[in-house]
């Protein structure tokens, strides 16, 4: 469960600090929006640090919570309701993160 939650921060503060930018760029926000963005973006960085696995493990197990926070993003922010199809990858997307993170050691 300490992995999981580890890796759901670390999605949401690589989210956060794409969507600062995004809104600056796309819906004309504030340029100040970038500080937050890129201090979300250096806490993204370091908390993929703290997994205790060989990084290149970490960032294909990262890539699984990502695509479920993601869709999570676009049904709380962007007002979207995930499709079954969305659903589906999410599970298809977690169920690869599972093998990879608790695999035999």
Sequence with gaps: MKTFALYLITACAEILGCYFPY???RQGAS???LVPGALSLAL???LL???PDASGRVYAAYGGIYIAVAILW???VDGVKPSHWDLA???VAI????MI???PR
Excluded at 95 to 98: D, F, L, T
């Design 23 to 25: 809104l600056w760029l």
């Design 49 to 51: 640090s703290l997994h």
């Design 89 to 91: 990858g999410v599970a």
């Design 95 to 98: 169920a690869g993160m599972a």
């Design 101 to 103: 993170v608790f695999q």
């Design 74 to 76: 676009l049904w709380l």
């Design 31 to 33: 340029a100040w929006l």
């Design 44 to 46: 993204f960085a370091w």
